[in-house]
């Protein structure tokens, strides 16, 4: 397989990242959706609202205390339609791909890095005969990759993450990253190297179970269809076969992403104390202050995405394996 599995996989990955920024876009901005509630004012003496209210008893002066006067809802949670529909009146209709340098870069160094070891793992453990690899080896080999490409490609998915999330900040509190060479060496003056590292720990998580959920249950789909003769091995079956490992490796990853995205975009200024002390802390503070549901916030642009990124990616994939055959 060799270099050939890495430029495979990795144009295959470019042409689905691009395709489907949009939807992960939307993704992002759901993911991030009620992660600043206002706090509730606090209550206030009567006296200092209607001084008629207040009272004294016998033992001396006493205050009453009243709720506040106007509580502030927590903004209404909009699903994907009607967040993709805000983003094109507000933003234009450009929004809608801020940040798809960071994807091509991110597809470049995380993707190609996974697909690649992972085809190299799969070939040197397959068995000689069948070429065929247990279901337990292409869990470990996307494991492997996943982990390997998520600390690779770390930087530019930190940048895609941002320029994403951009447009739903005040304008004040924006960014503004040209691209993704500019957030990258932004990121560095200012923050740190080590920002470009931040959430590194849940990218290489999250890769690691989207790696092997998603390209081993492909092949394992994929070699179940094709030993029963269900379909022919073309376009059906690998369409068929990537929609499943596409909803497999949304399920298994949302919670996982829903941190990750909200660690990266997290804003540390110096003084002051970041939102998150770190992976945990920002899952407990998400889950007590929203819910357990909320790590799946995202999850139907994510499906919407994931599985159209997975049939994409597979299809070209299996398309660029022809074309290469040759080579």
Same mark, same amino acid.
């Given at each position: 397989?060799?270099?050939?599995?890495?430029?495979?996989?990795?144009?295959? @990955?470019?042409?689905?990242?691009?395709?489907?920024?949009?939807?992960?876009?939307?993704?992002?901005?759901?993911?991030?959706?009620?992660?600043? !509630?206002?706090? $509730?004012?606090?209550?206030?003496?009567?006296?200092?609202?209607?001084? *008629?209210?207040?009272?004294?008893?016998?033992?001396?002066?006493? &205050?009453?205390?009243?709720?506040?006067?106007?509580?502030?809802?927590?903004?209404?949670?909009?699903?994907?339609?009607?967040?993709?529909?805000?983003?094109?009146?507000?933003?234009? +209709?450009? %929004?809608? =791909?801020?940040?798809?340098?960071?994807?091509?870069?991110?597809?470049?160094?995380?993707?190609?890095?996974?697909? !690649?070891?992972?085809?190299?793992?799969? &070939?040197?453990?397959?068995?000689?005969?069948?070429?065929?690899?247990?279901?337990?080896?292409?869990?470990?080999?996307?494991?492997?990759?996943?982990?390997?490409?998520?600390?690779?490609? /770390?930087?530019?998915?930190?940048?895609?993450?941002?320029?994403?999330?951009?447009?739903?900040?005040?304008?004040?509190?924006?960014?503004?990253?040209? /691209?993704?060479?500019?957030?990258?060496?932004?990121?560095?003056?200012?923050?740190?190297?080590?920002?470009?590292?931040?959430?590194?720990?849940?990218?290489? /998580?999250?890769?690691?179970?989207?790696?092997? @959920?998603?390209?081993?249950?492909?092949?394992?789909?994929?070699?179940?269809?094709?030993?029963?003769?269900?379909? *022919?091995?073309?376009?059906?079956?690998?369409?068929? $076969? @990537?929609?499943?490992?596409?909803?497999? *490796?949304?399920?298994? @990853?949302?919670?996982?992403? +829903?941190?990750? #995205?909200?660690?990266? /975009?997290?804003?540390?200024? $110096?003084?002051?104390? %970041?939102?998150?002390?770190?992976?945990?802390?920002?899952?407990?503070? #998400?889950?007590?202050?929203?819910?357990?549901? $909320?790590?799946?916030?995202?999850?139907?642009?994510?499906?919407?995405?994931?599985?159209? =990124?997975?049939?994409?990616?597979?299809?070209?994939?299996?398309?660029?394996?022809? +074309?290469?055959?040759?080579?």
């Amino acid at each position: 397989m060799g270099v050939k599995g890495f430029v495979e996989g990795g144009i295959a @990955s470019i042409v689905a990242g691009c395709s489907t920024h949009p939807l992960d876009l939307i993704k992002v901005r759901m993911q991030l959706q009620g992660e600043k !509630g206002l706090p $509730a004012p606090a209550p206030q003496p009567i006296h200092s609202l209607r001084p *008629a209210f207040a009272f004294h008893s016998h033992s001396g002066s006493a &205050t009453m205390l009243a709720p506040p006067p106007h509580v502030v809802a927590p903004p209404p949670r909009v699903g994907p339609i009607s967040v993709g529909v805000k983003i094109f009146q507000t933003e234009g +209709v450009a %929004a809608l =791909f801020s940040g798809v340098s960071a994807t091509v870069l991110r597809q470049t160094l995380y993707s190609t890095t996974r697909m !690649g070891l992972y085809e190299v793992l799969k &070939t040197k453990w397959a068995d000689p005969g069948s070429g065929n690899l247990p279901l337990g080896q292409k869990l470990l080999a996307g494991l492997i990759a996943g982990g390997v490409g998520a600390a690779v490609g /770390n930087p530019a998915d930190v940048a895609m993450v941002r320029m994403q999330a951009d447009g739903r900040l005040p304008a004040a509190q924006r960014r503004n990253y040209k /691209n993704v060479v500019d957030a990258i060496s932004r990121m560095a003056k200012q923050e740190g190297v080590t920002s470009l590292w931040r959430g590194s720990g849940l990218t290489v /998580n999250r890769a690691m179970i989207v790696t092997a @959920s998603q390209l081993a249950s492909y092949d394992q789909i994929k070699e179940a269809i094709l030993e029963r003769h269900v379909m *022919a091995d073309g376009l059906g079956t690998h369409v068929t $076969a @990537s929609f499943a490992a596409g909803f497999v *490796a949304s399920v298994a @990853s949302n919670p996982v992403d +829903v941190i990750k #995205t909200r660690v990266m /975009n997290m804003k540390v200024e $110096a003084g002051r104390e %970041a939102p998150y002390s770190g992976a945990l802390d920002c899952a407990l503070k #998400t889950v007590r202050a929203e819910g357990p549901m $909320a790590l799946y916030k995202g999850f139907i642009p994510t499906i919407s995405r994931q599985g159209p =990124f997975t049939v994409v990616l597979f299809v070209t994939l299996e398309q660029l394996r022809k +074309v290469f055959k040759e080579f």
